[in-house]
Every structure is written in C-alpha cells, then in structure tokens.
C-alpha cells in the first residue's frame, strides 16, 4: 500500500494525483453541500457573444452544444474542435467528461510507469504524455453509453421542463442567426439555455425575452424581446 501510495506521489505522477484529489474534493463539496457560488464565466465558442452562467456550478457542468463549435459561416469546424466532439466534451457536462478522462489519464500513466519502473526517472515523464491519448480514447469509451441519458435531462439533473411561453432574460447578446444564452428562473433557480431570435432581430445584453419555440434539434429556443412584444 506504502509503495502505491509512492508510485502516485512520485515526481512524475504527482501532477495528475493532486488534479485527481482536487475533481473528488468537487464532487464531494457538490454532492454533500448543494453550495454554488456567484461567478461570472465568458466562454468563447467562434459565435460573436459571450456565454455568461450565473453560478459557478452551472459553468462547469455546462454542456458544450456541437453547433457552437463552428465557424461564423457554419461550414468547418477547427481541429481541437472537432476533438472535442470526438472524445464526448460536447453533448455532456463538461466536468463529467474531464473527471473520467483525469481518472483514465491518471491510472494509466501509473500503470505504465510501474510497468517500465520510471516513476523515478525522467523517462516517467514521457510515459505520462504517452498515455494522454490512451486516456481520451478509454474516456470516449467509458463517457458514450451516458450519452442518451443526460440528453434527457436538463443540466442541473432534473426532468425536462416545457419552457415555451416562459419570460427570460439574455445573459448574451442575440443578434441574426448568432446563437446565444438566455437565463430563466423556475422554482427559484437559474436555467441557462441556448438561445437564437426568431426575426434576426438585435436583443442586447440583460433583456427580458419571451420564449416562443423549440428549435427542430432539441438544442435552442428560438426568442422575442419581449418589450417588443408589448409595443
């Protein structure tokens, strides 16, 4: 046991244990405390706004939609962001995803460090960028069969909930076929969903919006501003 615990806190692991220690230290503070706390995160995604959460728990178990990772004109997509989709950090909640790869990561480059007895060594430190690759492809294995269960459900774990006819408000700017992020409040907590205007209207920043559709995907509501509305 002495030895493991020295194999995972050698020099050459002991990057991927402390990050390891740290995504359990969130899961626990998450499960046992339900805590969010109030934190602004910008995520550039190639579409011309800033997606905005409203808590810090939100922000990282926010999931990456396929249609966000694209150019302006919607045709190609970058390499890193075609990975992503690949090894399942679109679709799902983007901390699921990175704890599983972390763990795989993180198992294999001690096997492969007892393996060839280079914990020790600086040859260890290749061994663990060798695994990198080996960690994605077992985390896309071990992430796929969640795929259809999280699809029906809303990022905060509950059932879906029917949003059409619902005030929110825009936490992006939405402007012509840009899509961006709006906040809606049900039971006394924050939603954030995708968002696009139904007239390729402007709707600035921290504007209430009236939720009008479902996009055919399933991945966005379409939206109008609801002062215009009123008029």
Known sequence: MNQIIDIAFSQVNIFLTVTMLILIAYWLFTMLSGLDFDL???????????LQTGT???AVNTEIHDNLLQSADGTRREWWQSALIYFNFVGLPFMFTLTCWI?????LSNIATIYTDSYHTTFGYVMVLVTLIPA????KIITSPFKD??????????EPIYFIGMKATTKSQIESD????????????????????????????NH??????????????YVESLNKLLE
């Open 208 to 221: 209430e919006v009236l939720i009008t559709k479902h996009s055919e995907d399933k991945k966005f509501y």
């Open 103 to 107: 763990f795989s990561w993180w198992v």
């Open 56 to 58: 810090f728990t939100e």
């Open 40 to 50: 602004d995160i910008d995520v550039d995604v190639d579409v011309d706004a800033d």
């Open 149 to 158: 269960f999280f699809e029906g459900l809303n990022p905060d774990g509950t």
């Open 178 to 205: 840009k899509i961006g992020s709006i906040e809606v409040t049900v039971n006394a907590k924050s939603i954030i969903l995708y968002a696009k205007t139904k007239n390729n209207e402007h709707i600035p920043f």
């Open 136 to 139: 994605l492809l077992l985390t």
